[in-house]
């Protein structure tokens, strides 16, 4: 298989574009890139919006079209969900949750996996669950690729620009940085998109389904989490600005 390969798995859904929606617009672009998405739950657990746009019991599938929607607005190919209890993924085994990742990294072959740090930035237990069941995935892979598992993080230094509390990490851990204002606008549609969730959209970005995008991240910060590339050739540019460096593709 030629061309570059990116799998983003993650919890819920609106959680690609809250985190790495700029990144996604950004490789998307590239015509030798795909991007593929593994969502573990429909989202079933969260609100309907404000005004609601459905009743609770059709949450799912109404949170599972709104996905493919923000996908299309921001280039992701393949959407796939794993339909498990939104909020109550920490219940499922980790060894499992691992199981059906790397059945799609056999399947798809990525060179990049991107999923929550430990600490799921919000905290929530389903982000921390997926990541440590993504980190097995990839850490136990019998296969040369993956190449490198990254996180997106939020350094120290923005905090002060943060609408609300979550955690952070140190500024030294940014390994590389996208630049996402060129990509606000498709990053707006995405978050649109994501229409019963628009009360954590308002307080994550404050304005932005206004059409006032002040409050977009203006980049995306990725921590290199694990790599099987030799430390002897691995680039120590940091912060890089593109995350396939050092893979050949
Ligand atoms: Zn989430």
């Known amino acids: 298989?030629?061309?570059?390969?990116?799998?983003?798995?993650?919890?819920?859904?609106?959680?690609?574009?809250?985190t790495s929606?700029?990144?996604?617009?950004?490789?998307?672009?590239?015509?030798?890139?795909?991007?593929?998405?593994?969502?573990?739950?429909?989202g079933e657990a969260g609100k309907t919006g404000h005004p609601p746009q459905c009743r609770p019991e059709e949450l799912a599938e109404v949170r599972e079209k709104e996905l493919q929607r923000a996908a299309d607005v921001l280039g992701i190919e393949h959407?796939?969900?794993?339909?498990?209890?939104?909020?109550?993924?920490?219940?499922?085994?980790?060894?499992?949750?691992?199981?059906h990742i790397q059945d799609y990294l056999?399947?798809?072959d990525p060179q990049i996996v991107i999923t929550f740090p430990p600490?799921?930035?919000?905290?929530?237990?389903?982000?921390?669950?997926?990541?440590k069941a993504t980190f097995h995935a990839v850490a136990q892979f019998s296969k040369e690729?993956?190449?490198?598992?990254?996180?997106?993080?939020?350094?120290?230094?923005?905090?002060g620009t943060l609408a609300r509390a979550v955690h952070t990490d140190p500024d030294e851990a940014?390994?590389?940085?996208?630049?996402?204002?060129?990509?606000?606008?498709?990053?707006?549609?995405?978050?649109?998109?994501h229409k019963t969730q628009n009360?954590?959209?308002?307080?994550?970005?404050?304005?932005?389904?206004?059409?006032?995008?002040?409050?977009?991240r203006k980049k995306n910060f990725f921590h290199l989490a694990w790599t099987n590339i030799p430390e002897s050739v691995l680039s120590k540019h940091k912060p890089d600005t593109d995350l396939f460096t050092d893979i050949d593709t």
């Open 21 to 42: 929606g700029a990144t996604i617009a950004h490789y998307s672009r590239l015509s030798d890139c795909d991007i593929h998405l593994l969502c573990a739950t429909r």
């Open 106 to 108: 056999k399947k798809f």
């Open 199 to 216: 009360m954590s959209v308002n307080m994550v970005f404050p304005g932005v389904l206004d059409g006032d995008y002040t409050s977009l």
């Open 79 to 99: 959407v796939e969900l794993l339909d498990y209890h939104d909020g109550k993924l920490s219940n499922v085994p980790t060894q499992e949750l691992s199981g």
């Open 174 to 193: 940014v390994d590389v940085v996208i630049d996402a204002v060129p990509y606000h606008e498709q990053v707006a549609r995405a978050l649109r998109e």
């Open 119 to 131: 600490h799921g930035i919000s905290g929530h237990k389903d982000h921390r669950a997926i990541q």
């Open 1 to 18: 298989m030629s061309g570059k390969r990116i799998l983003f798995v993650f919890a819920h859904p609106d959680d690609e574009t809250f």
């Open 145 to 159: 690729s993956p190449r490198k598992l990254y996180y997106p993080i939020l350094p120290e230094s923005i905090k």
